[in-house]
């Protein structure tokens, strides 16, 4: 159970092109998702969290016209990168968490790879 | 918001031997620890974690205890074998997680 799929697992796209992600739980709701970021090396960072039916949170530093989140369902949250340079090239992380759970564990999906040429 | 640092960012041992690797936190306000172990390219696995209510875990050759006091959790993997060779985080957490920097653990066979 508490699985999370995430689509696609790879991207490779030129500058300019904006780029959508999918996050979709697919044995449980979700009320919250959240969007990570992860540079080679690094640590996870978070970058949004997307509660159904409202508008995402973003972290400091984080651009909300440049990342746009939408989480339209229980279980499905979309992450689009707009206008995508080289600089946002990164491995792309979302998890989900069970609806009515205060507190974790998330769930995480596979990851996707955006690599901007 | 919450600070979590983790040491040692690189950890060498030897089969066999035990790995720890520690954290600290700074949002008294967290009251949930997760471990995560991320191999190349593949999302973070939880493989152990904490509540605030509890000072001890324990799951076969994995183990986490958590000082609430200190702000200090650490993760405790015994008898390690090459297969535990992965990059391991720690995360903090009162409804957002806040990730270490991790640690990259070579097990030597």
């Known amino acids: 159970g508490a699985v999370v799929s995430q689509h696609p697992s790879w991207v490779i796209c030129k500058s300019g092109t904006s780029v959508k992600i999918e996050c979709r739980s697919l044995?449980?709701?979700?009320?919250?998702m959240f969007w990570y970021r992860q540079f080679p090396k690094q640590s996870l960072m978070l970058m949004a969290t997307?509660?159904?039916?409202?508008?995402?949170?973003?972290e400091q530093g984080v651009e909300k016209d440049k990342f746009l989140i939408n989480h339209a369902s229980l279980t499905l949250s979309t992450l689009t990168v707009t206008s995508a340079h080289p600089e946002d090239s990164s491995f792309y992380i979302c998890?989900?968490?069970?609806?009515?759970?205060?507190?974790?564990?998330?769930?995480f999906g596979d990851g996707t790879r955006l690599s901007i040429l | 918001g919450e600070n979590v640092e983790q040491h040692p960012s690189t950890l060498s041992v030897q089969e066999g031997d035990s790995a720890v690797i520690k954290c600290t936190y700074s949002?008294?306000?967290?009251?949930?620890f997760p471990w995560y172990k991320q191999e190349l390219g593949k999302r973070p696995q939880l493989i152990i974690d904490?509540?605030?209510?509890?000072g001890e875990k324990k799951d076969q050759r994995i183990a986490v205890t958590l000082n609430k006091t200190a702000k200090h959790f650490s993760l405790h993997i015994t008898e390690t074998q090459p297969e535990d060779s992965a990059v391991y985080f720690c995360a903090a957490s009162d409804y957002k997680l806040s990730f270490g920097a991790g640690t990259t653990v070579t097990v030597r066979a």
């Open positions: 044995d449980f709701q979700a009320t919250t």
């Open positions: 904490i509540r605030s209510n509890v």
């Open positions: 949002d008294s306000a967290s009251n949930y």
């Open positions: 997307s509660n159904e039916g409202s508008k995402a949170t973003y």
């Open positions: 998890s989900a968490l069970p609806s009515g759970t205060t507190n974790q564990p998330q769930h």
